[in-house]
């Protein structure tokens, strides 16, 4: 089994850097004052199941290429969604290219592609690229329409 990694976040509240797990119960909060941190993360074909499909929170689960241009320009919108709803979502970046197998599964023809998965259950998936407003605006519609 492949060894996950951590990342370091700093607080956007009060400016200490924490580090967030790849895979974890509940929901990453800072040690210092508490606040909910992003979850911002990555997985490929050996982790995805554990930080993806065992969260406890909805995972946004954008399926992108190191070629993609489009997949670059989208990464600070979903990282600007992930920060706005920190605990209540992960978002988790998976490399096509390096992750073959959770490509096919999803039948990814396009990147990007974004899924938003609850309890190991896609409940939605877009692709293309979109500015962050519209990207909330598509993973809070599909919260609530999913229950």
């Given at each position: 089994?492949?060894?996950?990694?951590?990342?370091v976040?700093?607080?956007?509240?009060?400016?200490?850097?924490?580090?967030?797990?790849?895979?974890?119960?509940?929901?990453?909060?800072?040690?210092?004052?508490?606040n909910?941190?992003?979850?911002?993360?990555?997985?490929?074909?050996?982790?995805?199941?554990?930080?993806?499909?065992?969260?406890?929170?909805?995972?946004?689960?954008?399926?992108?290429?190191?070629?993609?241009?489009?997949?670059?320009?989208?990464?600070?919108?979903?990282?600007?969604?992930a920060?706005e709803?920190?605990?209540?979502v992960?978002?988790?970046?998976?490399?096509?290219?390096?992750?073959?197998?959770t490509?096919?599964?999803?039948?990814?023809q396009?990147?990007?592609?974004?899924i938003?998965?609850?309890?190991?259950?896609?409940?939605?998936?877009q692709?293309?690229?979109?500015?962050?407003?519209?990207?909330?605006?598509?993973?809070?519609d599909?919260?609530?329409k999913?229950?």
């Amino acid at each position: 089994m492949k060894t996950m990694t951590s990342t370091v976040v700093q607080c956007e509240h009060c400016g200490a850097k924490n580090r967030i797990p790849a895979a974890a119960n509940g929901v990453p909060r800072c040690g210092k004052c508490h606040n909910p941190l992003p979850w911002i993360v990555d997985a490929d074909d050996d982790t995805f199941a554990e930080v993806v499909e065992q969260a406890s929170i909805p995972v946004i689960v954008d399926m992108w290429a190191a070629w993609c241009g489009p997949c670059r320009m989208i990464t600070p919108a979903l990282e600007k969604v992930a920060s706005e709803m920190a605990g209540r979502v992960k978002l988790v970046k998976v490399d096509v290219d390096k992750s073959p197998k959770t490509a096919q599964r999803f039948t990814i023809q396009a990147v990007p592609t974004l899924i938003l998965m609850r309890n190991g259950q896609v409940i939605a998936r877009q692709a293309g690229a979109a500015p962050a407003a519209m990207l909330r605006k598509w993973v809070e519609d599909a919260l609530a329409k999913a229950g």
